[in-house]
Structure formats: structure tokens, C-alpha cells
């Protein structure tokens, strides 16, 4: 078996292994990300897969949409493993008007350019956002915290606007999975969202965290204030010394910069480990709760 066939070969039992409920984890220890593929590679291991596992595969998954990708005239072919895993059409615009609170307002500030530092609906909640590899854990996480009083995850630090899931997955873009986090600055410090993000990073991971690499999965600290930029500057300087050997400093991966537009995902991609993940089961988001994070669902 050539190197290709044998990357799809193992992409393919990689798909099956996590679509039978069983581990991502590859034969001879090696973990293979499920969402970091590119669209071209979904399709070659979605082949790949129903060439040998057609009659077990229901119709209803193989029966998919089209999504169209850099332009009307290259059409391309949504295959069951993207819609089990999602994304949602290249090009499907995402309609912010009818999400719920608070995507719904961020989706508005973000068309109309503004990166406030406040909530403009609720002025008493400031606005701080963080990226740190997939948003699905670092959102539950921040869920979690007493004072965190609503959560959004989204599409931030690309110049493209109104960026979807499929562009954002594919690497198509300047953005990075990240999450808004609305929280009561009487209950919960800026701080505290600091402690938090930095108990779930390695912030010398270029490009990634745990099982996701790529730009899209870059980690982050986007300050919306010059207080904020203080205190996560400070925090920056306190992270560095923990990596630092004799005179060897290993390299801070993660961004620290200002807020930009903040985009939110798709409605499906909201709380989603709290509202049941990708095998519908649901994770606490009781503030306080200290169970373990299943980032996958």
C-alpha cells in the first residue's frame, strides 16, 4: 500500500472508530484529529469508506447536499462523514438575526464592526474572549465559572467576515475556534478567566492543543480593555517562567492581542456539550462543577 492510500486507510478507520462510539486513537498509539481535515480529504476518506462499507452505512446518511467551494463552478459533494461530524454548506451564510442570546447580539456587533467592552444590551457584564484549540471544552469550562453568565463560541482574528464552520475547519481562512465570555466583574475577576484558560493550555503548543492542529486552532487572550491587556500581559510574563530552564526559555505560543469582531458559529456548535455533544450526552455546566471535560462529546 502506497503513503496516500495508506494516510486515507488510516483517516477512513479513524472516521469509523469514532462513528462506532470507539477511540480515535490508531493503531500503534498515534491520535488522528477528526476536525482537521480539509474538505478534499473528508471526501477521499468518505470514498474510501463507502467502496468498502456501503451495505452497513444507511441511505440516509449517504444522501447528502452539495457545497460549493471557491466559486459556482466547482461543485462539491457533502459526504455522510461531514454531516455526522458537521459543518454545515461552504457557502451557507449564517443568519446571526435568529440565533438566541448572546450570539445573536455578538453577530450584530461583529457586522457592524464593533468589539465592545461591554455588553451593549447588559452593560453590567463585561465581555472577555479566549481561544484555546477547540471551543466546544473551553466554552464548558467557562460555562462552569460562578459570575460567567452567558457563553458564545465563534470565529475571531480572521479579516474575513461572516466566516462558517467549512471555511473556518478547512483552514480557509485568518480565524481561530474562540469563545465570548459575558461575566459580572462583581462575582468573577478578570483573573479568574485567566486561571481558567491557562489550566486548560499548553501555551508553548504552536498551532493547537491536544488532538487539533492548524491556525484555527491557535490559542489566545484578546483583550477587550487596557485593564484587561494589563492583567494578561502580567499573566503572560508569570506563564513564561514556568518554561524556562537554566537559560533555555521555551518559546509562548499563544496570542496576546487586542479583540477583534467576534463571530459566532452555527447555532448547533452553541453550549454544545451541555446540550448533549456529539453522542447526546450531556455535560454539566452547574457552576462549580469540577467533572472531567469531554471535549469530543
Request: aromatic share 12%.
Amino acid at each position: 500500500m502506497n503513503k496516500e492510500k495508506m494516510r486515507l486507510s488510516r483517516a477512513a478507520a479513524c472516521y469509523l472508530s469514532v462513528f462506532l462510539g470507539g477511540s480515535s486513537t490508531l493503531s500503534g498509539g498515534n491520535a488522528f484529529s477528526t476536525r482537521s481535515l480539509t474538505t478534499r480529504s473528508l471526501q477521499q476518506a468518505n470514498s474510501f469508506l463507502v467502496s468498502r462499507f456501503e451495505k452497513r452505512i444507511p441511505r440516509s446518511l449517504l444522501s447528502a447536499g452539495t457545497i460549493r467551494k471557491h466559486g459556482p463552478s466547482k461543485a462539491l459533494h457533502m459526504s455522510w462523514l461531514q454531516n455526522f461530524f458537521g459543518g454545515g454548506a461552504y457557502n451557507l451564510r449564517i443568519d446571526y438575526e435568529s440565533m438566541e442570546f448572546p450570539a445573536k447580539e455578538l453577530g450584530k456587533l461583529a457586522l457592524d464592526g464593533q468589539v465592545p467592552s461591554n455588553s451593549p444590551s447588559k452593560p453590567e457584564l463585561e465581555l472577555a474572549t479566549f481561544a484555546g484549540g477547540c471551543f466546544w471544552g473551553l466554552e464548558l469550562a467557562f460555562q462552569r465559572v460562578p459570575g460567567v453568565i452567558y457563553t458564545a463560541v465563534g470565529y475571531s482574528q480572521g479579516p474575513e467576515t461572516c466566516p462558517t464552520y467549512e471555511q473556518v475547519c478547512a483552514g480557509n481562512t485568518g480565524h481561530t475556534e474562540a469563545v465570548c465570555v459575558y461575566f459580572d466583574p462583581k462575582e468573577c475577576s478578570y483573573e479568574q478567566l485567566l486561571d481558567i484558560f491557562f489550566d486548560r493550555v499548553d501555551p508553548t503548543t504552536v498551532n493547537g492543543q491536544g488532538r487539533d492542529f492548524g491556525r484555527q486552532y491557535r490559542t489566545g487572550v484578546y483583550y477587550h480593555t487596557e485593564q484587561q491587556e494589563e492583567l494578561a500581559r502580567l499573566r503572560f510574563e508569570e506563564e513564561k517562567s514556568k518554561y524556562k530552564t537554566g537559560n533555555y526559555q521555551r518559546p509562548i505560543a499563544t496570542e496576546c492581542k487586542p479583540a477583534a469582531p467576534f463571530w459566532p458559529a452555527e447555532e448547533y456548535h452553541q453550549q454544545y456539550l451541555s446540550k448533549g455533544g456529539r453522542f447526546g450526552s450531556p455535560q454539566s455546566a452547574e457552576k462549580g462543577c469540577t467533572d472531567e471535560i469531554r471535549c469530543y462529546g
